[in-house]
């Protein structure tokens, strides 16, 4: 920082061109941020910082404010504006902060980063993610407006500057903003300021000492702007390098988002028979505000491999495409808007009960933040998971979008839509011809679904296999599809129905899949609440249509469709039994499904890896952010140090004199001495003794007069006693104050930039040097 006079005779136009190159500067990272909250919503917050970094910087340089003042005032910055411009939703009004905002706000300091990468874009700003650009903005607007306004080289305010527009893009997407713009922007925004900058420098004025001093200060002049101009142009150029859209672009998400792998859970159709036998009447959940005709999803499958239906993993789009719940899923849906309660009974397991298009989830209870931590949401197929397991007491709210029903006749001229689904493997033979049959009559799309929906259900007989009722096996794997759909007649339930209406509309081209969940039947319809029970548990299947979506289709008989005997035969025109292949061996799939033990051993174990892993890394970036913190002190204390050891260390002896004194000058001037630039020994030891009580300040600023211009050269013995002095006299400064008074001076950047090197001039000026040495003429440079 400099001194008032220099900083208050700054020109306005000057003020503005700072302030005005540090604005556009911040600006860019800030823009950078759009992809991840996926639009304008986070302006308010980063804009908002950005104004009142600016507005504290400003006041910084004007009033002089030491580096601690600044600090202390920005973070009450950050807690008296961070509710209102980050976490609005939490604040009385939206202005006044209440405890839950500070809360937040503190524990956003080390938490909203974890949050930010680990929650997938675009993200919602409701869920607290403000903070980071907040925070940011703000932190980056001090820095860059205080080096701006007050740093002796202006072009240190782009370090700062270039760390946020770094930081922001190691927090963004892998698809950048505005490709190479954010980087042109920057580079030019530096280059245009620092050379107006340098242009409205004034030109040196007249000293006493020689033109070769002023020659030798103007090629410096040049040689600096020459310098300055390299460094705009080095981080302009590595910003592009970050933002040019045909290379590579890596970011933190992409590392600290861990794929989600659903397919190391059991597909839950092998379960179907399972909660049909064993939890007939149990109550395993109940929904409040389900509409009538809405349907509670558990899973959607499309992948099949021969022996179950599972969810595929054929990446993004796909079923097993699930990522962290946040609080703007499902943007795109369109329907009735509802809220529902969900409270589990006796159900447990991985498979998050929902319906529709889940826009956001909110859990509640004992365990609300480990549910919600381990939930995981899959917008294709508009199915939730909770690896941490739900049991008998959880409970959460769903908001969500139930689609409407789409009759036939806004369908007839629908053209499936063109959707990639995983190759089917293991199909039982002929089946393609026994679909091709079912649809050869249907002129449509719709036509088509429906004639192999009705093909199984008007042709088929319902029945669970269940005691008291006709032989039906549990399972769907290839050889039982195949008995199903060759043999003397069609018996079976939901679980090998849809599977067998799936694997037929595939097999001609219809983009179809599995879907498991719970509704209730007719007499159960428009009660206001739903209790889920194995009674109406049910599988269907889902069409894709162009501009419409996923449309379902119940392929099962009704219940009350049963053979009367075993010869009964329900189709007029049966289709030919195939001769199927040795049937492959099957998973046991009549009771509920069970991860074996050494499976969930190594499940464990790679569990426990990775927890370590995180703890290691997340700690790593808590001691990166300390000393990121605490560099600006390391530094200030490392120059200070640097400079006392190069006084005492000079190579001739009156030079060690002279440092000396500058070091107790300096020390004066830390701890807020107003010690005249451009005066005498003897002037300064009047100021200094006036202001700490010490008279033996002015009896050694004679003494260092007398050696440094006197006519001998002092000896080695007469430097240890003068630092020997200096010492004790600088020691005896800080006795007098109170630690957080020492810690200040200690921190303190005053005799960094108060000009020291021009005290000296002006003592050299006002005394006759015996010595050959010219000292350098004072430049503007230095004077700002």
């Known amino acids: 920082m400099t001194d008032t006079s220099t900083t208050t005779a700054r020109p306005l136009r000057r003020w503005l061109l700072d302030l005005g190159a540090a604005l556009l500067l911040l600006a860019v990272p800030i823009a950078g941020f759009w992809p991840t909250f996926g639009g304008p919503g986070y302006l308010v917050a980063a804009i908002g910082a950005l104004i009142v970094g600016l507005a504290i910087a400003t006041l910084g340089a004007l009033l002089r404010w030491g580096i601690l003042i600044i600090s202390g005032l920005t973070v009450a910055a950050y807690f008296l504006f961070g509710g209102v411009l980050a976490l609005p939703h939490t604040t009385v009004a939206g202005v006044i902060p209440t405890l839950d905002t500070l809360r937040q706000l ?119 702007g020459g310098v300055i101009i390299a460094v705009a142009a080095s981080v302009g150029v590595a910003a592009s390098a970050f933002a040019a859209p045909d290379s590579p672009r890596y970011v933190l998400r992409d590392v600290v988002i861990p794929p989600f792998d659903v397919k190391q859970y059991a597909s839950p159709l092998q379960g179907f028979r399972g909660y049909v036998r064993d939890d007939l009447e149990t109550p395993l959940f109940t929904v409040s505000g389900l509409p009538e005709g809405a349907r509670v999803r558990i899973a959607a499958m499309d992948a099949y491999n021969g022996t179950v239906y599972n969810v595929s993993d054929s990446g993004a789009g796909s079923s097993s495409a699930f990522t962290p719940v946040r609080g703007n899923m499902s943007p795109d849906a369109e329907g009735t808007p509802v809220t529902l309660q969900v409270e589990v009974g006796d159900y447990a397991g991985v498979w998050l009960p929902d319906a529709g298009a889940t826009t956001s989830v909110t859990f509640s209870g004992d365990r609300a933040d480990d549910l919600r931590r381990s939930a995981y949401y899959n917008d294709s197929t508009e199915t939730g998971v909770v690896t941490a397991r739900l049991r008998k007491g959880d409970a959460y709210t769903l908001t ?13 001229g629908v053209r499936f839509a063109p959707v990639k689904l995983p190759k089917q493997v293991g199909v039982p033979q002929d089946l393609a011809d026994v679909a091709s049959t079912a649809v050869a009559d249907a002129s449509s799309p719709i036509e088509q679904a429906r004639a192999l929906q009705l093909m199984l259900s008007e042709g088929g007989f319902f029945s669970h296999g ?7 096996r549990a399972g769907h794997g290839a050889e039982r599809i195949a008995s199903l759909i060759g043999g003397e007649q069609m018996i079976g339930d939901d679980e090998q129905y849809a599977t067998a209406m799936a694997l037929l509309a595939r097999e001609v081209g219809i983009p179809a899949r599995v879907v498991m969940g719970f509704y209730p039947d007719e007499d159960q319809a428009g009660g206001a609440v739903f209790t889920a029970t194995g009674d109406n548990l049910h599988a269907w299947v889902e069409v894709a249509f162009d501009g419409v979506g996923w449309v379902p289709f119940d392929p099962t008989p009704p219940e009350d469709q049963v053979p009367a005997d075993q010869s009964t035969k329900p189709r007029a025109d049966p289709k030919p039994q195939v001769l199927q292949p040795p049937p492959p061996q099957q998973e046991p799939v009549d009771l509920p499904p069970t991860v074996p033990d050494d499976r969930e051993s190594e499940d464990e174990t790679a569990v426990d890896l990775a927890l370590i892993f995180a703890i290691i890394g997340w700690s790593a970036l808590g001691l990166g952010i300390l000393a990121l913190l605490a560099s600006p002190f ?43 630039t451009g005066a005498t ?25 007398a050696e440094v211009f006197g006519p001998a050269e002092p000896t080695t013995a007469d430097v240890e006693e003068f630092w020997r002095q200096v010492d004790e006299i600088v020691g005896g400064m800080g006795q007098r104050m109170s630690f957080w008074r020492r810690m200040r001076a200690r921190l303190s950047l005053r005799s960094l930039l108060s000009g020291t090197r021009l005290a000296q001039l002006g003592r050299i000026r006002f005394a006759s040097p015996r010595r050959s040495a010219e000292p350098t003429p004072p430049t503007e440079e230095n004077n700002d």
């Open 106 to 224: 503190a524990v956003g300091v080390v938490t909203s980063w974890k949050q930010l990468l680990t929650t997938v874009a675009p993200v919602a700003a409701s869920d607290g993610h403000l903070i980071v650009p907040f925070l940011l903005g703000l932190v980056a607007a001090v820095l860059t407006g205080s080096l701006a306004l007050r740093a002796r080289h202006a072009a240190w305010a782009l370090v700062p500057a270039g760390a946020f527009l770094a930081v922001q893009i190691a927090l963004g997407t892998s698809q950048p903003a505005f490709p190479l713009v954010q980087g042109a922007v920057f580079a030019v925004v530096a280059l245009v300021w620092l050379a107006v900058r340098q242009a409205w420098a004034p030109a040196p004025g007249a000293v006493s000492i020689g033109g070769d001093a002023v020659a030798s200060s103007a090629l410096r002049r040049v040689v600096a």
């Open 400 to 412: 969500t979008v139930i689609p409407k029903d789409v009759p036939d006749e806004k369908l007839a």
């Open 466 to 472: 269940l005691e008291g009722e006709t032989l039906s």
């Open 634 to 676: 390391i530094v200030i204390g490392a120059v200070k140090a640097t400079r006392r050891r190069r006084r005492k260390a000079a190579e001739r002896n009156a030079d060690r004199i002279s440092g000396g004194w500058d070091e107790l000058r300096d020390r004066a001037v830390d701890f807020g001495t107003p010690v005249p």
């Open 681 to 705: 020994h003897v002037e300064d030891a009047n100021v200094i003794a006036t202001a700490f009580a010490e008279p033996r300040v002015t009896t050694l600023a004679r003494r260092a007069e």
